[in-house]
């Protein structure tokens, strides 16, 4: 009997020993695709099964249960995993929670639901969000204006804002391409679309679409912004029941004096800015650094924060990377003036030398915000009808992994931030 007993003992703990996990490591030596990796991880999430992501572990782990399907998946994706043994998996997470370590590890419970932002037609350039989506496999859905006013937005937990201008000027693109073929025709897209819609114009119909984005953001949603989305989104807000456009723009002369009566109090992330009232200047407003900055290429990176895990687990995950230093890259936005961002948002990334912010988030009503500087995280200067950015040839690239922490920030099981 003693011998019986010894021997169930020991193939129990045989079997504790060999149970397993797999761990997806993210730092610079040991992940080959990156980018793909986060797909993996919102797969796994999609069949209902938890996630911990290890924060500053490793670049930013996944770890996950071991199972044949998924180490096929990470195969078939070329996705680097390491599968470890129970005993292994609690050694790991044994040292992230000790005190001494600025570690943790967070739970991702839910894949989150994915729309974007975007006009639906073909348009002369590309947006990096949805190419990094696609080529990480998480599935999105592409909505536009007449959805959003539709109340649609509370289908969706996350909410990613294409290259648009919330103004009406139309991106302000009236100096280089007022002749073109593709400008006239959404130009006048836009006009029939806000006519369809009910508005005489196309700034006040794009002013309730943001407002709309706004209130769904205040109701708990993330909504994440790049390049012009960002200060034409806030611009529009703050310039509500005004007529800040030129004649070539709405038909009508813009309200005078309207600089003085810009309410900044209404804007998510900006304050003190002066509009730029010429519709020949390719530019919204002067919180942009793109004309004001004086930095060469070459040496253009910006800086991740480096903040508590476990006191400060959202500005954690949103800089997850296996890299501090990013390099920069321009845009319409290319980045944020430090002295117009407000006091209680988060400066994630920045060049301090040459005063700029380069991705911001912040808190609005129960829900959450990121704006992010600049069009496309490998192209360093996108041009309209540039070839899209092939991100096979960038798999690793810590500029777009930004753009995907936001995207399972949604999934993470949410804890009570301490700042």
């Known amino acids: 009997m003693t011998r019986f007993i010894i021997i169930i003992f020991l193939l129990l703990f045989s079997i504790k020993a060999s149970a397993s996990y797999i761990l997806i490591p993210m730092d610079a030596e040991s992940q080959k695709e990156h980018l793909k990796a986060y797909g993996i991880t919102y797969w796994v999430l999609e069949k209902q099964q938890k996630v911990k992501w290890l924060l500053n572990y490793r670049g930013g782990s996944f770890l996950m249960p071991d199972s044949p399907e998924i180490q096929k998946e990470c195969q078939i994706r ?70 959003v006013l539709g109340d649609q937005l509370i289908l969706y937990d ?44 196309v700034s006040d119909e794009k002013l309730a679409v943001a407002e709309k984005i706004r209130d769904y953001v205040i109701g708990g949603g993330f909504m994440f912004a790049m390049c012009s989305a960002t200060d034409s989104f806030d611009i529009a807000l703050s310039a509500a029941g005004l007529d800040i456009c030129e004649p070539m723009f709405d038909g009508d002369p813009s309200e005078p004096n309207y600089q003085s009566k810009i309410d900044y109090n209404k804007t998510f992330a900006f304050k003190d800015f002066i509009l730029e009232r010429s519709p020949m200047v390719y530019e919204f407003s002067s919180i942009d650094m793109t004309e004001k900055r004086k930095v060469s290429k070459e040496s253009d990176y910006f800086t991740l924060m480096d903040y508590s895990a476990k006191w ?12 501090s230093l990013v390099k920069g890259f321009m845009g319409q936005t290319t980045a944020f003036d430090s002295d117009e961002i407000k006091a209680n948002v988060l400066v994630m990334g920045e060049n301090k030398t040459n005063g700029e912010a380069r991705y ?34 960038h798999p690793k690239s810590p500029g777009y992994r930004l753009i995907l922490n936001n995207v399972l920030f949604p999934a993470a099981k949410k804890k009570k931030q301490r700042t």
């Open 158 to 201: 996350w909410l990613h804002l294409h290259h648009e201008d919330f103004t009406g000027q139309y991106g302000k693109f009236y100096r280089a391409y007022r002749s073109a073929p593709w400008y006239i025709e959404e130009k006048n897209k836009a006009e029939a679309l806000a006519t369809k819609l009910g508005f005489n114009k």
């Open 312 to 323: 400060d687990p959202i500005p954690t995950m949103l800089c997850q990377n296996h890299t």
């Open 78 to 147: 070329g996705v680097s995993f390491e599968v470890i043994s129970d005993s292994k998996t609690e050694q790991i997470l044994t040292d992230i929670s000790s005190p001494s370590k600025n570690m943790d590890a967070v739970v991702l419970e839910k894949a989150p639901k994915v729309a974007v932002y975007s006009p639906k037609g073909n348009l002369p350039w590309d947006d990096a969000v949805t190419m990094v989506l696609t080529y990480a496999e998480i599935p999105y859905t592409v909505i536009y204006d007449e959805e």
């Open 360 to 393: 911001i988030h912040g808190i609005k009503g129960k829900g959450f915000f990121t704006f992010y500087g600049g069009h496309d995280p490998e192209d360093y200067q996108h041009r309209v009808g540039d070839a899209p950015t092939e991100l096979a040839l």
